[in-house]
């Protein structure tokens, strides 16, 4: 293993540039919805180009289908993480160098000692994500990188292999270097794609016949437990969740089949939206055993 690894000296070395400034790189990212006219990616101009932080993340990079570029780890953990790097495909190359350096390149303290360069691949079809989930989240304007990452999460954790997410246009990246992290490389491993026109795209699938199922506060939504057997049922089920504070559109909730509430004591406002999620899919995995008789949903592959 240390054979194949290259030790990087300079900060300025041609090999590490797209490590360079990590920290504020995603301020000039096009799939930040704040970013403004004119930008790129990594300021680089390579928008395939995104970061995976962590062993963690790199263990679900490795699983995935997203083609590794290179792997940048301090000297001090290569040790520590001799087994994971050793599953690096032998054309990545390992770049190396002491944690203070690693931190003047990357522009932030790599307290994990490990980043990673990875390429996308072409985007999937939402709409087809859709009519072939068992469940697919539905992210109207969710511009929170830790929302973000904590939904994929919990879509993997509880759905399992069978699962998706679909997200507005203006919802943040979930490729992000922190909305990774915070998945645990779970983004990696749930396929999502980019529902556009949005609300007209969900009354499509509504009317194909998938439930969507429109979270909500509002005095006209039902309480979770509600929700009808035969949609709990469906051999497709779409959940939607809207920004903390807007909420969802009227343009998504009228593209909906129903509202649902998640039932709270009154004197807090909400909950937060990645808890929300976890709520409603393990309430609604339960829901469909106890109607349907069927097994627990598949865990992702491991491999």
């Given at each position: 293993m240390i054979d194949r690894i290259t030790?990087?000296?300079?900060?300025?070395?041609?090999?590490?540039r797209i490590y360079l400034?990590?920290?504020?790189?995603?301020?000039?990212?096009?799939?930040?919805?704040?970013a403004g006219e004119g930008a790129t990616s990594t300021g680089l101009d390579d928008p395939g180009l995104f970061m995976t932080e962590g062993a963690l993340v790199l263990d679900q990079h490795l699983r995935s289908g997203y083609p590794l570029s290179s792997v940048l780890v301090a000297q001090?953990?290569?040790e520590a993480l001799g087994d994971l790097l050793a599953r690096v495909p032998e054309d990545v190359p390992i770049y190396s160098a002491p944690r203070e350096l690693l931190s003047s390149i990357t522009g932030?303290?790599?307290?994990?000692?490990?980043?990673?360069?990875?390429r996308r691949v072409p985007?999937?079809?939402?709409?087809?994500?859709?009519?072939?989930?068992?469940?697919?989240?539905?992210?109207?304007?969710?511009?929170?990188?830790d929302n973000v990452g904590s939904i994929f999460r919990s879509t993997a954790a509880i759905c399992g292999s069978d699962s998706s997410v679909l997200i507005s246009p203006r919802s943040c990246d979930p490729l992000y270097r922190k909305a990774l992290r915070v998945s645990i490389g779970c983004a990696l491993r749930v396929p999502f794609g980019t529902l556009d026109p949005f609300a007209e795209s969900?009354?499509?699938?509504?009317?194909?016949?998938?439930?969507?199922?429109?979270?909500t506060p509002a005095d006209d939504a039902i309480d979770l437990e509600q929700i009808p057997n035969d949609v709990v049922g469906s051999a497709r089920i779409g959940v939607l969740l809207g920004a903390e504070g807007p909420g969802l559109t009227k343009e998504a909730m009228d593209?909906?089949?129903?509202?649902?509430?998640?039932?709270?004591?009154?004197?807090?406002?909400?909950?937060?939206?990645?808890?929300?999620?976890?709520?409603?899919?393990?309430?609604?995995?339960?829901?469909?055993?106890?109607v349907s008789g069927a097994e627990p949903t598949s865990p992702i592959p491991h491999e």
């Amino acid at each position: 293993m240390i054979d194949r690894i290259t030790m990087i000296h300079d900060p300025e070395d041609e090999r590490i540039r797209i490590y360079l400034n990590q920290r504020d790189a995603w301020l000039k990212a096009a799939h930040n919805p704040e970013a403004g006219e004119g930008a790129t990616s990594t300021g680089l101009d390579d928008p395939g180009l995104f970061m995976t932080e962590g062993a963690l993340v790199l263990d679900q990079h490795l699983r995935s289908g997203y083609p590794l570029s290179s792997v940048l780890v301090a000297q001090e953990r290569v040790e520590a993480l001799g087994d994971l790097l050793a599953r690096v495909p032998e054309d990545v190359p390992i770049y190396s160098a002491p944690r203070e350096l690693l931190s003047s390149i990357t522009g932030f303290a790599m307290h994990r000692g490990l980043l990673a360069a990875g390429r996308r691949v072409p985007d999937r079809d939402p709409m087809e994500l859709a009519r072939t989930s068992r469940t697919s989240v539905i992210l109207e304007d969710i511009a929170n990188h830790d929302n973000v990452g904590s939904i994929f999460r919990s879509t993997a954790a509880i759905c399992g292999s069978d699962s998706s997410v679909l997200i507005s246009p203006r919802s943040c990246d979930p490729l992000y270097r922190k909305a990774l992290r915070v998945s645990i490389g779970c983004a990696l491993r749930v396929p999502f794609g980019t529902l556009d026109p949005f609300a007209e795209s969900l009354g499509v699938l509504r009317d194909e016949g998938i439930p969507i199922l429109a979270m909500t506060p509002a005095d006209d939504a039902i309480d979770l437990e509600q929700i009808p057997n035969d949609v709990v049922g469906s051999a497709r089920i779409g959940v939607l969740l809207g920004a903390e504070g807007p909420g969802l559109t009227k343009e998504a909730m009228d593209s909906s089949t129903i509202r649902v509430r998640i039932p709270i004591v009154d004197w807090v406002d909400s909950l937060n939206i990645g808890v929300a999620c976890g709520v409603v899919l393990h309430d609604i995995e339960r829901r469909r055993r106890s109607v349907s008789g069927a097994e627990p949903t598949s865990p992702i592959p491991h491999e």
